[in-house]
C-alpha cells in the first residue's frame, strides 16, 4: 500500500495535461462519471493486442485465455464487494441496466398484486422508473420514504411504511444529488424483519470507498463501471446466491441457455443465466484491472482526503451569503449541491467551464428530489481520488467570477 | 471583453431578470410549449394573431439568463410583426447565434445582443428555444417542442 | 479508396503478431468475434485521455465534446446502414440485447393471444429465445420456416406460413452456422404484403459487407459490433421511425424519460427513449471509428477475396474423403462447417490449436439446426478482412494433421 | 512424443472409439446426468452398489475423445471399488490431468494414461466430466452436473 498522495495520484489520469480553454482541467464531476487511470488503456491495449477472442466454447488458446480474463474479472468484482462467491455476481451495462434486470426478474416471481415496493424520496431515476413499470404491469404500488429538510432519511416513516405487503426496498447507498449516506445496514435488518428484500443501489457509493455487502446484508447490491474509474458499458449486480436461482432469466440468447428446441428451453446456471449474449468482455477485463489498480490504494487515507476536499468545498462556499446549500446530510459523501439566487445553475456552469472547472448543473436525474425543495437544478461538485486543495481553490474563485459577471 | 462578458452584457442580464411580456394571453390565437432537456428550460409562449400580423406574444416559464433574455426579446421584437416575417428573422437570428457567415439585411434589434452566444456553442439550444416554441405554435404543433 | 491488399490490411491488427505455441496466428474465427485494428485502440485511447466525460446535461466542454462524439457515432451507424436519420438508430450492447429489445417493446403493443410470430429454422439462440419469451408471456405462437438439406430457406413454406395472425418475420441475414445468405428482400415484400413487419439478425452480415436497411425494406435491423471489428459492449438496432414511435420504452432510468414525479413519468423522444442509463459511451465512439477505417476500404474487392478464400477452404476440405461438408447453401458468406466422422469437433479444435489455428467447435448458438443435421457440433471456420490464403493452406495442413493423430 | 501424441495416445483413441462399459444399467442403485456446456459432451451414468461396493457402473452419451475415454476408463476402474475409495482415487486423477504437484501413492491403473491432459488445461474439464458425474450420483444429486 502506497502513502497516499493525491498529487501524485492524479498524474495516473492522463486527462489532466487537457487544457480547458487554455486551463489547467478542474474536474468536479467524477460523481457523473470518473476519469480513467492509465492502467485501463493498458489493460484493453494489452487484451485487444494479444489475448482477444470470444469466451466460452472457444476450443484455442486465445478463447481460453480471454474466458479466463473475463472470470478473473467477475472474482475481481466479487471479492471487491465483499463475497467469496463469483457466482452471485452478474455482469451487466451499469447500474441502471442492473437495476431495470432486478426489477423484472424479481417482479415476476415475487411481486403480485396489492404488493409493495418500498423507495426513497432520494432516488435517481434509474431506481424509480424501473420499479413504477414494474409495478404497473404486476398492479403493485410504489411507496416512498419521505426524507427531512436535511436530506436525510425518515426513519420512523420507514418502519411505519414497512408492511407484510412490501417485497423489496430499494434505496441508494449515496445519494447522487445530495451526498446523504444511508444507515444500510440499519435499513437491510428492518426489510429483513418484515420479510422484504432489500436492494441497495451503490452507483455513488462505491467509488468513495470499497464496500462489503455481505456486512451491509443487502440482497441485491448494483454498481456502474464507469463511475468507479473503470470503462463504459459494464457493471455488475451482486445478488445472493439462493435468490437468483430463484428468479426467470432476463434477456434470452446465446450462453444464457443449456438447451434449445423449438418447443423448450432450458436456462444456464447462474451467472451465465442472467448474461446472454457476448458481454462486455472487454469492458469487465478493463473493470478487473482497475480494481486491481484501487485495491493497491490506501482507502482509509484517500476517505479523509475527499472529506476534506468536500468541507473545503462547504467552507469555500459559505463565504457567499448567495449561495444556499441544498441538503445537509448528517453523514455525506464526494457530493455538495447548491444554488445560487437569482442566477440559473445552467450559467454557472457556463462561466466555470471557461475557468476549465468542470461541475454539473441541472436536476441530477433526481426531479422528484429537486420537487422535494421546490427547485428545478442545483449546481454539483464532486470529488474523487484525484481531488486536490488546489482544485477547491480555483473553484472557490470561479464562484467569485460567476458573481462578478452575474453583477451580485 | 472577454467572452462572458460579451455573452452576458448588461442587456442580457436585464432581460433575464426583468423579462418583458412575461405572462399568459388570454384567449391566444395559438400557443405552444418548449421544452430544453438540457437545462430544464421549460417555456409556454401564447400569441395573439389578427390579420396575419403578432398583436401579442407572452411569455411563461423559467430558465437560464440566455432563455429567458432570448425569449423576451423575442416578444418585443415580435410584436407587431408580420406572420410571414418570422421565418427570416428567426434565420437571421439562428445564424447570428451559430456564427455562421451567411449576410442578411435584416434588422434585429435587440435580438443583435445575443450575438456573443456564438462562442458557446452549448448555449445555442438556450438562444434559440423560445424561436422553436414560436414557430411550432404558429404552426399548431401539438406537442411539447424539445430541443433535444 | 486504398487498393485492397490482405496483407497489408491484416498489418493494421496487431494481434497478429502474438505467436501461439511458438507460431503465427492463424485466425478463422471471426464470426465469433473479429479482430481488432489498431484505429480502435488510438480512438479510445484519445477519448478517454482528452475529451471523457458522461454525455448529455452537461454543460461543460468535455462533456460536450463527448456528446457531439457520442451522436457522431450514431450518425456513422445511421449511414453506415444506408438511412439518413440517425434518430433511427438505437444503441445496444449487441445483437442480442437488440432482439430483446424489440422482442419485449413490438410484443407489448402488438401481439396479442393467438397471433404468431416467424422466425426460420437457421436462427442463433438469440433470435429464437426472446421470441419464445415474448410468445409465451403473451399467449402467442411461434412458427418456423423450414429449411432443405442445403441449408437453405424453404421459401414455398414460408409464404404458406405468412398469415394474417403473422406480426412479426425475424430472420437472420447470414447464418452463422452454415454461412446462408437469406433473400431479406424477397421475404420482407411478402412479410410486408402479408401485414407483417420484419426484423433481420445482421450480426453476421455487416463485416462481409456493408448493407443498406432501405433497400432491404426491413422494419428492423439488429448487429454487434465486435464482430464488426468493432469493441465489445456495443451494438445498434434500426427501425423505421414511424415504428420505434408506437413501441413503449425497454428499460427505464436516466436519460430515457421527459420528466419523473412518483405518479407520472413522461418519456423522452426515439432514441433516447431506448438508452436508458449512461450508455457504452466509449464503445460508442470506438464502433465510430471503426466505421470510419471500414469506409476507406474497397468492399468490391474484400468481397471478391472473401468468396476466394472460402472457397478455398471448400476446395482444400474436398481432398478429404473423411470430411463432411454440413450445409451448402446457394448462396454463401463467410463461413464453412463440417465434421469429420470419428473425430469430434471439440478433438478437431485442440489439435488445430496446436499450429496456432483458431477455429470454432460446437453448435454455435444453433441447436435446432444442429438437431435438423442430426449432428451436437461442427467445426467451423469462419474468414475475415484479414484472411489470407497462407491462413487457409495453414488449416488444411491442419486438418490433415488431425487425421494423423487420429490415424484416419 | 509430442504433446498431441501424448494426449491422443492409441489407449486413449482405443477407449475413445470403442468404450466399455457402454450402456445403461437396469434398476441402478444410482444414476446421474452431466454435462459440459463447453463442447456439448452429454453423458449418463448408472450405478449399481451393493454392500458399500460398486457392483456395475456404465455410461451412456456423446462426447469428444477425451471424456469419452475418461468415461469407459473410469467404468472400468471403478468397477469392484468401495464407494469410499472414490474420493481418493478421484483427487489423485485431478491432480495428474491437472498436473498439480500433490503426490499420492494411489495406483490410478489405466486411468494414469490420461496424464497428457495436463499440457491442455481447457481438456481438464472434459476428463472430468464423468468423474463429477460419478460423484453426483453418488450423493444423489438430482439436479444435472454442468462442468461450468
Ligand atoms: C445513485 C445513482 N444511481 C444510478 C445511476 C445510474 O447509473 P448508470 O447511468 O451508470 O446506469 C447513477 C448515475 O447517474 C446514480 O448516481
Ligand atoms: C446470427 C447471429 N445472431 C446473433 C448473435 C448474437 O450476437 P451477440 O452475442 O453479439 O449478442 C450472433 C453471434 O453469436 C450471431 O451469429
Redesign the interface.
Known amino acids: 500500500m502506497k502513502k497516499f498522495d493525491p498529487h501524485a495520484l492524479r498524474r495516473e489520469f ?2 489532466f ?2 487544457k ?2 487554455g486551463k489547467p ?1 478542474t ?1 468536479l ?1 467524477s460523481a ?2 470518473a ?2 487511470p492509465r492502467i ?2 493498458e489493460s ?2 494489452s487484451f ?7 469466451i ?9 485465455e480471454a474466458t479466463e480474463m473475463y472470470e478473473a474479472a467477475r472474482n475481481k468484482v466479487a471479492q471487491y464487494l465483499g463475497t467469496q462467491n463469483p457466482k452471485e455476481i452478474v455482469f451487466v ?5 442492473g ?2 434486470l432486478v426489477a423484472t426478474c424479481f417482479g415476476k416471481t415475487f411481486v403480485h398484486e396489492g404488493d409493495e415496493i418500498l423507495i426513497s424520496h432520494l432516488e ?3 431506481n ?3 420499479w ?2 414494474m409495478v404497473e404491469e404486476r398492479g403493485a404500488h ?1 411507496k ?1 420514504i419521505p426524507i427531512n429538510q436535511n436530506g436525510d432519511l425518515d426513519l420512523e416513516a420507514y418502519q411505519k411504511l414497512l408492511t407484510k405487503k412490501t417485497r423489496m426496498v430499494a434505496v441508494t447507498h449515496v445519494s447522487n444529488a445530495l451526498g446523504t449516506v444511508n444507515p444500510i445496514r440499519t435499513l437491510s435488518d428492518l426489510a429483513h424483519k418484515r420479510g422484504a428484500k432489500i436492494l441497495v443501489d451503490g452507483a455513488q457509493a462505491l467509488a468513495h470507498a470499497p464496500t462489503n455487502v455481505c456486512e451491509l446484508d443487502c440482497d441485491f447490491y448494483v454498481f ?1 463501471g ?1 463511475k468507479l474509474y473503470g ?4 457493471g455488475a449486480v451482486y445478488g445472493k446466491k439462493e435468490l437468483w436461482e430463484k428468479l426467470p ?1 432476463y ?12 418447443e423448450k ?1 432450458t436456462y ?2 447462474v451467472p ?1 443465466k442472467f448474461e ?8 469487465a477485463i478493463g473493470l478487473g484491472a482497475v480494481i486491481d489498480f484501487l485495491k493497491t490504494l490506501d482507502w482509509e487515507s484517500i476517505k479523509i482526503h475527499e472529506k476534506n476536499m468536500v468541507d473545503l468545498i462547504l467552507k469555500g462556499l459559505a463565504e457567499f451569503p448567495q449561495v444556499k446549500l441544498i441538503g445537509m446530510p448528517t453523514q455525506r459523501m464526494g457530493v455538495v449541491s447548491f444554488v445560487i439566487d ?6 454557472i ?6 475557468e476549465g ?7 441530477h ?1 433526481a ?2 428530489l429537486m ?1 422535494f425543495f421546490k427547485i ?2 442545483t449546481v454539483r461538485a464532486s470529488v474523487g481520488i484525484y481531488t486536490t486543495p488546489e482544485d477547491i481553490q480555483t473553484f472557490i474563485v470561479g464562484i467569485k467570477k460567476v458573481l462578478e ?3 451580485l | 471583453m472577454s467572452d462572458l462578458e460579451d455573452l452576458y452584457q448588461e442587456l442580457i442580464l436585464d432581460h433575464s431578470r426583468h423579462p418583458r411580456n412575461f405572462g399568459h394571453i388570454e384567449k391566444p390565437t395559438c400557443e405552444a410549449q418548449g421544452y430544453n432537456p438540457l437545462c430544464g428550460d421549460k417555456i409556454n409562449l401564447s400569441i395573439k394573431i389578427q390579420d396575419g400580423v403578432i398583436n401579442d406574444v407572452k411569455f411563461e416559464g423559467s430558465g437560464c439568463a440566455i432563455s429567458t433574455a432570448a425569449a423576451s426579446m423575442l416578444t418585443e421584437e415580435m410584436k407587431g410583426k408580420k406572420i410571414n416575417e418570422v421565418d427570416p428573422i428567426f434565420q437571421a437570428f439562428h445564424s447570428l447565434v451559430t456564427g455562421s457567415d451567411k449576410k442578411t439585411d435584416i434588422d434585429l434589434g435587440k435580438l443583435a445582443s445575443m450575438e456573443g452566444v456564438k462562442e458557446f456553442p452549448m448555449r445555442v439550444k438556450c438562444a434559440t428555444l423560445s424561436w422553436h416554441t414560436l414557430k411550432a405554435a404558429l404552426e399548431k404543433k401539438e406537442e411539447i417542442v424539445s430541443t433535444e
Chains 1, 3 share one sequence.
Not at chain 1, 434477456?251 to 423449438?262: C, L, P
Not at chain 1, 437569482?342 to 450559467?347: F, G, L, Y
Open positions: 492522463p486527462i495535461n487537457r480547458i480553454f482541467l474536474y464531476d457523473a462519471s476519469q480513467k485501463l488503456l484493453l491495449k485487444f493486442e494479444n489475448h482477444y477472442a470470444n466460452h466454447r472457444g476450443v484455442y488458446l486465445l478463447s481460453f451495462r451499469g447500474a441502471t441496466e437495476i431495470n435517481h431515476h434509474s424509480i422508473v424501473p413504477q413499470m410504489l416512498v456502474s464507469h470503462p463504459n458499458g459494464i432469466p434477456q434470452g440468447g446465446g450462453d444464457m441457455i443449456e438447451s434449445v428446441t423449438f428451453t444456464a446456471h451465465q446472454a449474449g457476448t458481454p462486455n468482455i472487454a469492458g437569482a442566477i440559473h445553475p445552467h450559467d456552469g457556463t462561466i466555470l467551464d471557461r472547472i468542470a461541475i454539473r448543473a441541472g436536476h436525474c426531479q422528484p420537487d428545478p437544478a459577471v452575474f453583477k
